[in-house]
């Protein structure tokens, strides 16, 4: 408990699910090339990477097809990856070994550790967080991860007119951070993969939300 008496905020519920074979064996195998610990203190993305670039930090992965895919398509980026879900990290890291990705990396932690012990101060060229958990009930809505503690702390670690970039498709939950970004400059949604979460949504008839802002 904090010294207020209130758990911190984290930005993910676990939802362990069953790994493959295939993903087991990645996240043995492959997890030295590409996988990276909050214990390892702050990053420096000149080491970290092999060629120079704007770095961009995706929360939230899931099983990682469209971060792979934005990874590929965009070598002269570098990708930093967080997610808690396990066959998801094992699942990228497949897919990533296999194309010998070296603008690629992967935190298996939460965010909020990631950014606050990992991440230098105001070093980030992006952050996208592509269909985050809505939890539609209000009883809920404290657990969304765009708050505006989280905010605060997204901002700290983005370049002034480094890019947010949300993607949902609850229209309450794109009303919500409309209201909570609100004092940031909007700005035109950056091209990106589709999700399989997203797919799931148009099945359902959602309208896709992408909400893009510019740090200061």
């Known amino acids: 408990m904090t010294e207020a008496g209130r758990r ?29 610990e909050v ?20 929360i939230g992965f899931g099983m990682g097809d469209s971060l ?4 590929v398509g965009n070598p002269h980026i570098n990708y930093i990856g967080v997610e808690v879900h396990r066959p998801g990290v094992g699942h990228l890291l497949n897919l990533a070994d296999d194309a010998k990705l070296e603008n690629i990396k992967v935190f298996a932690e939460d965010s909020i550790d990631v ?15 592509f269909f985050p958990d809505p939890w539609h009930k209000k009883k809920h809505h404290k657990r969304r991860l765009i708050s505006a503690e989280f905010v605060v ?4 670690q983005l370049k002034s007119g480094g890019v947010l970039h949300i ?5 309450h939950y794109a009303e919500s951070i ?5 004092n940031w400059t909007p700005a035109t949604a950056p091209n990106r993969a589709q999700t399989k ?9 959602h309208e896709v939300f992408d909400l893009a802002y510019l740090a200061r």
């Open 8 to 36: 911190p905020i984290r930005s993910f519920v676990i939802r362990e699910g069953r790994m493959t074979p295939g993903q087991k064996r990645a996240l043995e195998e492959a997890w030295p090339q590409f996988g990276l």
């Open 39 to 58: 214990s390892g203190g702050a990053l420096n993305f000149s080491r970290l990477f092999a060629s120079a670039g704007p770095v961009i930090l995706e």
């Open 68 to 71: 792979f895919e934005m990874a």
């Open 115 to 129: 950014l606050t012990r990992c991440i230098p101060e105001k070093s980030l060229d992006g952050v996208q967080i």
């Open 153 to 156: 702390l997204l901002e700290s």
């Open 167 to 171: 993607a949902t498709d609850w229209a």
């Open 178 to 182: 409309e209201e909570t970004l609100s």
């Open 197 to 205: 979460y997203e797919r799931r949504g148009l099945r359902l008839d």
